[in-house]
């Protein structure tokens, strides 16, 4: 076991898969000598050269189709879109050719695409540069939906983005890059539709996704103190999802908070409630509640960021009513 | 300039004549309510779809749009698995999911149709560069319409092919209409090559899309530049469409009559390649004529093949979404 940040293990695992298969390469906005926006691809170009870690021009929705028609074509791109604001840019290609392509074509192309971005809230970046948006992709049929909270799913999730035959939109958090975590010496992947279980708990299930797993976890710290066990249950990829680990630890605890930082109205964990009511509805104890981010555009100043993005006490305090909630 | 020899003259006039036969047998059984869907014919366009093609290799790569009949016949798609397509059949190429606007083609390097306008373009530029990456000398060539470069990702693919020298030959089909609106209310330039090539500083030419031998010898120029590293090409053809935007327009009510019977009299590519096959080549009218029965039997067969085809099931629509296990 070694220690690592979560910037480190996506760098180890980009490193790691074009040594291991040459038709992998990375193409992006200022990936090469600027290192990435969020230094992801730092010196890579060092050791790859500027064929295989590709700066763009500014040009988003060229990125995507480019990407595309070399994955169409024998190479595994891993494209980069600086921040997932910017996917809107480039939606066309994404949604309409990327997601729809082989099925349009009757499965004849296979697109080993990988679109790596990063979104998220907690730096003031404001309206443009800190949403929350996997609801989008997850709702588009073709498109794979990735999101590690960690360092050690953040490596062997991309590994497996890589090497698999479906377009990928693999979302990271720019708060999470400098969080560390351990991971194996030894090689390892993670596979898609593989729920992780982050915390075991009797009382209630607290899903939670990309760095709202870091506060569920440090609400369920808090309602241990109270004497509430609080299981924490991290999706991994929201597509394809592990429905069964869901509805097992719902069936457990009886239970179910969701927590995203995404704005709640149409978020993903609407798509988990309906899953859940319609599959364990009878096991349900407390109504479903959701914590999410208040429906407005993220606001720049600190003190308004931080009242619109969920943190641990909300999460704490949500948890709290379910388990006092009496039928 | 490079002519063409009798032989490959004689390649390019059956390809516009198949081109030509499809497209007349599509819009009729289409208007006969046979077909469903969507459909825009590429009468009176054949010049440039054949002309490039003609110098394409099977694993080169083409990309094309909603108008793409002409582009996958000349790139070596086969009439019925297209025909069966059209009719929704599980024989046709996308074995009923895609239909006119999505037909593709891996064994050809046919990369789709595509209905959205512009679209197919940046997906050339990845087949490029991946030919690049890979160090082979294919090639890759978009085709889009006069409309399509208005769209941002027109100008966005061809800057970045000029920046990364890829090997892609940008094929402008000028008919000198998006839908219903002439290119001059759609834009300001008129030679699209001449005036957006120098903008991303790459080479641009144009030429008469009518004319099958000026787009080939245009053509043969800018494939070996590909060829040999030399990057991208913007290629404009002037041509016309004969028909309305799509089988339902009539395509009078933005144009007058006299100026489509005017081009279909003076424009006709398949003529204009008759007369030279017969003045400058010696072939008879008669041995033209011969050809065309051949190929219109073989239309027919085309036709038998895909009525006769099973329709998909309706479950079928669960299936090719993913590769792997994953399931909708
Ligand atoms: C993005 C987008 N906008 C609008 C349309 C509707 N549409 C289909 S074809 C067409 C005209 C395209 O003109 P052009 O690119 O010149 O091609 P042509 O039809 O003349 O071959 C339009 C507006 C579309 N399919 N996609
Ligand atoms: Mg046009």
Redesign the pocket.
Known sequence: MKTITYRDALKEALVEEMERDDAVFLMGEDIAEYGGAYKVTDGLFQEFGKDRIRNTPISEAAIIGTALGAAVTGMRPVAELMYIDFTAVGM?QIVNQVAKIRYMVGGQLDVPLVIRTQGGAGRSSAAQHAQSLEAWFVHIPGLLVVMPSTPYDAKGLLKTAIRDDNPIMFIEHKLLYTEEGEIPDEEYTIPLGVADVKREGEDITILATSRMVLNALIAADTLAAEGISAEVIDPRTLMPLDKDSILDSVKKTNRLLIAHEAVGRAGFGAEIAALVVREAFDYLDAPIERVAAAPVPVPFAPVMENFVIPNADQIADAARKLVRYEI | MSKPSKDQMLYMYRKMLEIRQFEEAAGTLYQSGQLPGFL?L?IG?EATAVGVCAHLQDDDYITS???GHGHLIAKGGKRDRMMAELFARTTGYCKGKGGSMHIADKETGILGAN?????GIPLAAGAGLSAKLRGTQQVAVSF??????N?GVFHETLNLAAVWELPVIFVC???????G?P?REHQRVEDIAAVRAPAYDMPGITVDGNDVLKVYAAVDEAVTRAREGGGPTLLNCDTY?FRG??IGDPGTSYRDREEVQEQERQRDPIRRLAAVLIEEEGMTQDELSALETELANELEAALEFAKSSPEPLPEDALNDLYAGSIQP
């Open positions: 066309d | 825009h590429y366009e749009t909603h108008r209905g959205v306008v512009g679209a889009f319409g006069d409309g399509a470069t769209q089909e000028n008919n000198r209409f998006g839908m609106t290119q469409r935007h799509h």
